[in-house]
Structures are given as structure tokens and as C-alpha cells.
């Protein structure tokens, strides 16, 4: 539960927003088949900047971060 409450705060956001961007360039800089990885990457990217954390409602937490 405090994994889900760290994830919908504002450093929670923030790591969220670093993972997807490293896993973006980590996927490009790799290039070939390592470019799913830039898309995988997408999903905590978008997550982060849309302040969305997608484990919440799995555990009974509100989608939206504070």
C-alpha cells in the first residue's frame, strides 16, 4: 500500500516521468528490436505526466494521483 501512496505523490510522479523517458532514449540509442523498449517506455511516461498511476485501482486506490 505504501508503494501505491508513494507512486501518487509528486516524487512518485516524478520517477515515473525519469523511468519512461530512460527507457525511451535506452530504446533508441539500442536501436533494432530494443525499440519496443521505447514503447513499453511510453507507458510509465505518460503515466507520470498525466499523473496516473495504473497499479492503484488494482488495490482499491483512487487512478489519479494527488
Not at 6 to 21: D, E, N
Not at 35 to 58: D, E, H, K, Q
Amino acid at each position: 500500500m505504501s508503494l501505491i501512496q508513494f507512486m501518487s505523490s509528486r516524487a512518485g510522479r516524478l520517477l515515473r516521468v525519469i523511468a519512461g523517458m530512460a527507457l525511451i532514449v535506452i530504446g533508441f540509442a539500442l536501436g533494432g528490436g530494443w525499440l519496443t523498449l521505447s514503447i513499453v517506455g511510453l507507458v510509465p511516461f505518460f503515466a507520470g505526466v498525466f499523473n496516473v498511476c495504473l497499479l492503484a485501482p488494482l488495490l482499491g486506490q483512487p487512478l489519479k494521483g494527488r
